[in-house]
């Protein structure tokens, strides 16, 4: 069951903690941040930071020149590259060549940057809060039980004996569900809506059922909920490995062959882990699925023109039956739903595999071998989530997942593993003890004021746009005036449950609250949106996708035309009031939030209006010149690419790529004014923008193994962090006139364009 949070109904939860101390604690949170200034002095601790790095600045021996000169020798390139060529690597060379993490505590983060170090850090934080907060003894209500009981829990491996008998229970509720060793009316498929239903319960493992349902903000009316299906996530990131392809070369086929062989390998020890190593069960019937799934995906029986909108197609429970064979009402009943309360329509993305794979599931269920298949695939889906709660399945589960697949060091750190569990169903415990600990108005308000101003920018540069016919401009410039921004956390939230939770059953906790969110989220059709958090079980380790306070992250929801900006993202070192400057800012939470601004008229945004519903209101001529700037762009980005020998496909981040290109031209803009508004003389603009230019690339910089590339760029919808950064520069006239950037250099782009003039 996936959820949105766009809007939010909050009832505050005090009841975690004494109220007479977290009062105090609270009064004494605001007189500091009363009287908390924006620039505090340093001097003080000066000594001790050199002394931490063994250099005694008070010895007579002590020569400031002389050290002055031998750092400012470290700023040059370590290959002497020159900024015309390749400013990301004469920026960050050095810190690409010295930084490592920890294998044992970081080395689950595959794409080392400030993104992911600091999350890593979030994580750490919450659980030491709730370290603190299970000790403490006058935590005793209802609430602090369940939330102890689940904390303690969540610290815990299954045994191997618990994953057999639960697993052998599944099974046999599995076979129940299926009709397996009875007769079936072929024409009935009573048991195959069922089974469907079944997965549908519980969203840790729904992710891979063939059909996955969830309720999420209706697209044309987003203050309420609607039912989605969709097609499921297989297993493989490079889904052409499913595929033999009589082109393939010798290298390709080696490919491929070698990534099968793994991943059967840890099917293999997957089945020996839950049934022994007698389990007898064809494992090759998972990929045969898996790659049934794919083909219904690929099949495009129902026509499309290429300017019709295919991603919100309504089906009502008659036409689902009828013109596509989807038993709508039966599924309902089996999801839950009263026969009264049964939704007359739900909506999905792809209707050819909505035809197509309601057709191949029937086809096989009528044959027992194929049945059969789908059993094996029903029963992996379910395990692969329930073994990653013991110690030997986590480890099977992160070696394919997480070490092939993504390029992983090691797991996640054990200490922090906990609060994927805490976090999915203690979100406002969590939310209120975050906030309580770590917000700093003084650092919420200068993002309400930047992001304000950013508007302002990014409306005056559409104003000057030049290829949007009138009608168009005039309806983008209004889309900004409506957009809304969130800085720190969602002002309304939802309440805990307080379930009857187990302190030695992780596994059996999460069910619970699985099951618990899909009654909710049952109850929750047509009605108005609030706020629950979300988590992508399918990531390694999970990963939280919505309104979180504690995500290091920031987003921007056309369904509700707004930025969101988590607390966890407010921090240094994405932004500094202690005297960094506005060049410092302007290159970090600066520009997230102009990139954010720019994606409310990129070619998904400006599918959606000024108040989050979705109408296409961009002409066809206005579409053409924006096919033409995004061919441009893609080109640039596979040219950059190349160069360091890397052959990708840069369309599917193209939305990505112009956010990036807009959101730096926002805040070039920006700082122009601040020059203008402060008077600034023309030496130091040029200092100004070059701080800005090296901030840049400073907060682009990652560093990432080579074998984790290839996942990179099979599945994150942002390109390589150096060409985020590269390609945006070579677009600025002003930085190839500051750093003299000519038609042979790197740094050069024959187009200046940058989206909007």
Same mark, same amino acid.
């Given at each position: ?119 890593? &850090? ?8 709730? +370290? ?57 498929? &009573? ?6 239903? *079944? ?90 699925? /898996? ?22 197609? @309504? ?29 007359? *329509? ?17 086809? *096989? ?17 379910? @395990? ?24 992983? /060091? ?8 906990? #609060? ?40 005056? @540069? ?23 921004? &969130? ?34 989220? #049952?109850?929750?059709?047509g009605k108005k949106v609030i706020d629950l958090p979300v988590i992508d079980w399918s990531q390694t380790p999970p990963k939280f996708i919505s309104t979180q306070a504690y995500v290091v992250n920031a987003m921007y929801t056309p369904d509700n035309n707004s930025i969101y900006i988590p607390l966890g993202y407010i921090q240094k070192p994405f932004i500094d009031l202690d005297q960094m400057g506005i060049e410092y800012n302007l290159a970090h939470i600066g520009f997230t939030i102009a990139h954010e601004l720019s994606h409310s008229l990129d070619d998904f945004g400006s599918k959606y209006n000024k108040y989050g519903h ?17 061919? +441009? ?22 939305? /990505? ?27 130091? &603009? ?72």
């Amino acid at each position: 069951m996936k959820m949105n949070n766009n809007k939010h109904k909050n009832k505050q939860n005090n009841k975690h903690n004494n109220k007479k101390t977290r009062k105090r604690h609270q009064g004494q949170r605001q007189r500091h941040q009363q009287t908390k200034k924006t620039y505090e002095p340093f001097e003080h601790k000066v000594e001790e930071l050199f002394g931490q790095h063994n250099i005694n600045i008070t010895s007579a021996n002590y020569n400031l020149e002389k050290e002055v000169i031998k750092d400012l020798k470290k700023a040059v390139s370590v290959s002497n590259i020159k900024p015309h060529e390749d400013f990301y690597t004469y920026v960050n060379e050095r810190w690409i060549q010295n930084t490592n993490v920890e294998k044992t505590k970081q080395g689950y983060i595959v794409q080392i940057d400030d993104f992911r170090l600091i999350q890593d &850090q979030v994580y750490r934080q919450l659980i030491s809060i709730l +370290d603190e907060y299970v000790k403490d003894s006058t935590h005793n209500t209802k609430m602090d039980k369940c939330i102890k009981n689940a904390y303690k829990s969540s610290r815990q491996f299954h045994t191997l004996n618990y994953i057999q008998r639960d697993a052998t229970q599944f099974v046999k509720t599995l076979d129940d569900l299926m009709g397996m060793g009875r007769e079936e009316k072929t024409e009935d498929f &009573q048991n195959l809506w069922s089974v469907l239903a *079944h997965f549908n319960k519980n969203e840790i493992v729904s992710w891979g059922a063939p059909f996955v349902w969830s309720i999420n903000p209706d697209d044309k009316n987003p203050t309420i909920y609607i039912c989605n299906i969709e097609s499921p996530q297989v297993s493989l990131l490079d889904i052409d490995i499913y595929f033999n392809n009589p082109s393939d070369s010798k290298k390709i086929k080696q490919y491929k062959k070698k990534n099968r062989i793994e991943y059967l390998a840890y099917l293999n020890t997957l089945f020996e882990i839950v049934f022994g190593a007698s389990h007898g069960f064809q494992l090759k019937d998972v990929y045969d699925c /898996e790659c049934s799934i794919l083909n219904a995906m690929a099949c495009d029986v129902i026509k499309y023109k290429d300017d019709d909108d295919t991603m919100y197609n @309504i089906i009502s429970r008659e036409e689902a039956l009828k013109q596509f064979g989807f038993d709508w009402t039966c599924f309902c009943k089996e999801l839950g739903f009263r026969p009264t309360a049964i939704p007359s *329509h739900f909506i999905t993305s792809n209707v050819n595999y909505l035809l197509c794979g309601t057709k191949m599931l029937k086809d *096989h269920w009528k044959q027992p071998e194929f049945k059969s298949k789908w059993r094996t695939y029903f029963i992996y889906i379910y @395990i692969r989530q329930q073994t990653r709660w013991n110690e030997f399945g986590f480890l099977n589960y992160v070696d394919f997942f997480g070490k092939y697949q993504r390029g992983q /060091e090691s797991a996640v750190d054990l200490t922090i593993r906990p #609060i994927f569990f805490m976090g999915f169903a203690f979100n406002t415990f969590l939310t209120n003890q975050y906030v309580e600990r770590y917000k700093n108005q003084d650092t919420l308000d200068y993002v309400s004021m930047i992001a304000e101003d950013l508007k302002i920018v990014f409306r005056r @540069i559409v104003m000057r746009n030049t290829w949007m016919l009138p009608k168009t401009k005039q309806t983008a410039l209004e889309k900004l005036d409506h957009i809304q921004f &969130q800085i720190g956390f969602p002002k309304q939230l939802s309440d805990d449950p307080c379930l009857d939770y187990s302190e030695n059953d992780p596994w059996g906790n999460l069910v619970k609250i699985s099951h618990w969110r899909h009654q909710r989220a #049952i109850q929750l059709v047509g009605k108005k949106v609030i706020d629950l958090p979300v988590i992508d079980w399918s990531q390694t380790p999970p990963k939280f996708i919505s309104t979180q306070a504690y995500v290091v992250n920031a987003m921007y929801t056309p369904d509700n035309n707004s930025i969101y900006i988590p607390l966890g993202y407010i921090q240094k070192p994405f932004i500094d009031l202690d005297q960094m400057g506005i060049e410092y800012n302007l290159a970090h939470i600066g520009f997230t939030i102009a990139h954010e601004l720019s994606h409310s008229l990129d070619d998904f945004g400006s599918k959606y209006n000024k108040y989050g519903h979705l109408e296409d209101w961009w002409s066809a001529h206005d579409k053409k010149e924006y096919l033409k700037i995004q061919q +441009d762009i893609v080109k640039e980005y596979e040219i950059f690419a190349k160069r360091d020998n890397i052959q990708f496909d840069a369309w599917p981040s193209i939305g /990505e790529d112009l956010a990036d290109i807009s959101g730096f031209e926002i805040c070039q803009e920006y700082l122009r004014d601040f020059q203008q508004k402060n008077k600034t003389i023309l030496p130091i &603009q040029a200092l100004s923008f070059e701080m800005f230019y090296v901030y840049f690339a400073l907060q682009s910089r990652q560093k990432i193994s080579k074998k984790a590339i290839l996942a990179q760029l099979k599945t994150n919808p942002h390109p390589l962090d150096k060409y985020r950064c590269n390609v945006p520069l070579s677009r600025s006239t002003i930085f190839r006139a500051i750093y003299n950037v000519k038609k042979h250099n790197n740094m050069w782009w024959v187009n200046s364009g940058t989206i909007w003039k």
